[in-house]
């Protein structure tokens, strides 16, 4: 396994331990900046007093999301009424279970299909709207976008009055 940090820090020690573990010694940075870079990678990380000591276990990286929330100005009308229909599916093998109604626009747990952009596609998305999952995938691997009524506007993508 190789993980790779960029660290600003005033001191680091760092000494080996057995079963390929190391101990680091870090002086000058916010602790949790460093958990939340770790578990960034899907590492976890381990909290001791002093070395060989484990104190605390640092909750695995799954227990944060990666999301986005953003305006559902950015999707059609007719995105909106596929949304509305896949999210009142029940449990029969349809889009409900990754497709969910919040009131005011919509929750897509784009983790929870392999491939989500096609699912849209098959759905009868709009290519603005899966060119809006793509760029937010790729640009800041999200697991969860949040198409919000009073969702902020994102910069650079189309924007419709429905």
């Known amino acids: 396994m190789k993980l790779s940090l ?21 002086d000058g940075i916010e602790w949790s900046e460093l958990i ?7 590492h976890t990380l381990q ?3 002093e070395t060989k000591a484990v104190s605390a276990d640092v909750p695995p990286p799954f227990t944060s999301l990666s999301g986005m929330c953003c305006s559902t100005a950015h999707i059609t009308g007719e995105d909106n009424a596929i949304l509305d229909q896949a999210s009142l599916q ?31 596609k098959r759905m009868g998305m709009s290519k603005a709207c899966r060119r809006l999952v793509v760029t937010l995938i790729r640009r800041y691997a999200i697991g969860i ?3 919000d009524a009073f969702g902020e506007l994102l910069p650079g993508f189309e924007i419709f009055d429905w």
């Open 90 to 120: 029940q449990h029969d093998g349809g889009d409900s279970d990754w497709i969910l109604y919040t009131g005011y626009g919509f929750l897509l747990r784009l983790n929870a299909r392999r491939y989500p952009v096609l699912a849209l």
């Open 145 to 147: 976008l949040h198409l």
């Open 36 to 42: 939340a870079v770790i578990n960034k990678t899907g």
């Open 6 to 26: 960029n660290v600003e820090a005033d001191a680091i020690s760092v000494q080996a331990l057995n079963m390929g573990r190391i101990c680091v010694d870090i």
């Open 47 to 49: 909290e001791a007093d």
